[in-house]
């Protein structure tokens, strides 16, 4: 079992910075990618960004391109989000999840996900 420690969540005011760390509860790097979706209200999940540390390999979303960086530390077990110039649309609740390395063409889609850890609340004011 992985267990997804997501934190870093708060209220910034648009243009503004945050950054997100998922820590893992052991090394997991080897089997799973790890990004992360987010879920605004009355909206469905977005798959926002993932990163593969057996190649380096990261996806994004179109929406935060530009924006947006994941970064991840092996020997923290710990995944970063780095998020600037943050819009009000950014705002939502974002999710560290993983995904085997055999499912990354589908990354997109939340349905293939192994792990979901419980989330942190991020805001963006105008």
């Known amino acids: 079992d992985v267990q997804l420690q997501a934190s870093g969540g708060g209220l910034v005011q648009a243009g503004g910075s945050l950054r997100l760390p998922c820590a893992a509860s052991r090394n997991i790097f080897d089997v799973y990618a790890v990004g992360w979706f987010r879920q605004a209200p009355g909206k469905e999940r977005e798959g926002v960004s993932l990163?593969?540390?057996?190649?380096?390999?990261?996806y994004y979303a179109d929406s935060v391109k530009g924006r947006f960086t994941v970064s991840s530390n092996s020997a923290e077990n710990t995944v970063y989000l780095q998020m600037n110039n943050l819009k009000p649309d950014d705002t939502a609740g974002y999710y560290c999840?993983?995904?085997?390395?055999?499912?990354?063409?589908?990354?997109?889609?939340?349905?293939?996900?192994?792990?979901w850890g419980q989330g942190t609340q991020v805001t963006v004011s105008s």
């Open positions: 999840v993983t995904l085997s390395h055999q499912l990354l063409s589908l990354w997109k889609f939340p349905r293939w996900y192994d792990y």
């Open positions: 990163i593969n540390t057996s190649d380096g390999s990261t």
